[in-house]
């Protein structure tokens, strides 16, 4: 099981270029998410999507778009990159239902390693 | 959102006990607390879960008083590679709760040798 996969892992953007995060996850998870981490800060949760199709914004969605266009993927786009964007972005998914019980690991993140973004 | 407070850091020694409290006054009924660990250059790993009382597993023990509006994470002998970042988090663990699970700036622990 690789669990969840991000790339790139490292990457240097000059200020207004444009790029995409991949994430894919091989837990069959229906909930995806992906957050920023600023350096010595906590996670800030950009956006989720609850299942394939459906997507939300979390604290801080501004200047991201997310799609789910599958149970497995869910990609982060960076539109016109900001030197404010540089941080390191982590995605994470776990499976949530209702009435689930802490024993059944509902709602327990996992994470990928995380890609380190650097906006010149 | 139920908010959380946690000490910005610690310190303790190998082989002791290390205890890390997370205040969280508003808590709702429904949420459940989680705790993680995060290493530098990774993403944060889970640790433990409870909703009251005491939850003990191989690595961890979560002790939740029956107001609930704290929790105390413990850990058995520390050693180096324990040092780390703790975060608690607060939030329903049942479906339609993503937006709420939101990371405090967590605890920094350090281990000495």
């Known amino acids: 099981n690789a669990g969840v996969t991000q790339t790139p892992k490292f990457r240097i953007l000059k200020i207004g270029q444009s790029m995409t995060l991949q994430c894919t996850q091989d837990m069959n998870h229906n909930y995806m998410y992906w957050y920023r981490q600023d350096p010595g800060m906590g996670l800030k949760l950009i956006y989720y999507s609850v299942g394939a199709g459906i997507t939300d914004k979390g604290e801080v969605p501004n200047g991201y778009n997310v799609s789910r266009s599958t149970t497995e993927d869910f990609p982060l786009r960076l539109e016109l990159a900001a030197p404010s964007q540089t941080s390191v972005y982590f995605c994470?998914?776990?499976?949530?239902?209702?009435?689930?019980?802490?024993?059944?690991?509902?709602?327990?993140?996992?994470f990928g390693a995380g890609s380190r973004l650097t906006v010149l | 959102l139920a908010k959380t407070t946690q000490p910005i850091s610690m310190d303790s020694y190998e082989g002791q006990e290390v205890n890390i409290t997370c205040s969280h006054n508003?808590?709702?009924?429904?949420?459940?607390i989680t705790w993680y660990q995060q290493f530098p250059s990774q993403g944060p790993r889970f640790i433990i879960q409870?909703?009251?009382t005491k939850v003990t597993n191989e690595v961890a023990s979560l002790f939740i008083p029956a107001d609930r509006k704290s929790s105390t994470l413990s850990l058995p002998r520390v050693s180096l590679s324990d040092t780390a970042v703790y975060y608690c988090?607060?939030?329903?663990?049942?479906?339609?709760?993503?937006?709420?699970?939101?990371f405090g700036s967590g605890t920094q622990l350090t281990v000495l040798p």
């Open positions: 994470a998914s776990s499976y949530s239902r209702t009435g689930a019980s802490p024993s059944s690991g509902a709602n327990v993140l996992t």
């Open positions: 988090l607060v939030g329903p663990i049942s479906s339609g709760s993503a937006r709420q699970l939101t």
């Open positions: 409870g909703y009251k």
């Open positions: 508003n808590i709702a009924t429904n949420d459940y």
